[in-house]
């Protein structure tokens, strides 16, 4: 089956740095690639994804990026604001048949924590 | 429309008590999922429901039951509970049409304690 190694654990920043997070993962036949935010004692939320058709995928101050052959996948932040302070996942999926279909396998996580 | 509602909220149990965990959602959702979060391992996946009247094991699956009892309802039952079985436990449904819709929604979350 899938497996997502997440990187870093944990990461400090200082407002206004960026962060980046990086995600690897085994299944070459993974092609849908979500990012999900949760925070203190809140559900997960999506915040972006990313197809295995697309390299870079950009919303506001968060983008999404994807390298196939390597199969890896990384999140940035720029600018970051202490709201952006949460628990962040990385999953990997398969969107269009195999046996992994509408199956999620999420990374371990990471915290970051944005100092004002 | 509330999304994807959990209950209860919390639980103790004592080892071999059993217990169900409901979830329904007002999406018309097609799939559901039950995932379990622990500290330093993410969201694992325990079984999940392409579509009503499907269910398929997943990651984590040993210790747990589930019932899609129909398109907007997804239970997990634990029938004999073990601490190790501690936890926070989501559960979440997606649209999942091909090529499209694949946000999976979350609930709330039940936090399960078994002393």
């Known amino acids: 089956g899938e497996n997502v190694e997440q990187h870093p654990s944990t990461l400090s920043v200082q407002e206004g740095d960026s962060a980046v997070i990086k995600c690897t993962y085994s299944?070459?036949?993974?092609?849908?690639f979500p990012w999900y935010k949760q925070e203190l004692g809140k559900r997960p939320q999506l915040i972006i994804d990313i197809r295995s058709n697309v390299g870079e995928k950009k919303d506001q101050r968060i983008a999404v990026t994807l390298n196939k052959t390597a199969k890896h996948f990384s999140l940035h932040i720029t600018e970051t604001q202490p709201e952006d302070s949460a628990v962040y996942f990385c999953a990997a999926s398969t969107y269009a048949g195999g046996t992994s279909y509408g199956k999620l396998t999420f990374g371990q996580g990471t915290i970051l924590t944005v100092h004002p | 429309n509330a999304g994807v509602t959990q209950t209860p909220k919390f639980q103790v149990l004592k080892t071999g008590q059993s217990m169900t965990l409901q979830c329904a959602q007002d999406?018309?959702?097609?799939?559901m999922y039950w995932y379990r979060q622990d500290p330093g391992m993410g969201l694992r996946l325990i079984y999940y429901s392409a579509s009503e009247g499907t269910t398929d094991k997943g990651e984590v699956p040993n210790g747990y039951n589930v019932s899609r009892l129909n398109k907007r309802e997804f239970s997990l039952r634990l029938e004999s509970a073990a601490p190790s079985q501690t936890s926070v436990y989501f559960c979440?449904?997606?649209?999942?049409?091909?090529?499209?819709?694949?946000?999976?929604?979350f609930g709330p979350g039940t936090r399960l304690t078994v002393t």
């Open positions: 999406m018309n959702h097609n799939s």
């Open positions: 299944d070459s036949a993974s092609n849908y």
């Open positions: 979440a449904s997606s649209a999942w049409r091909e090529f499209s819709d694949y946000e999976q929604y």
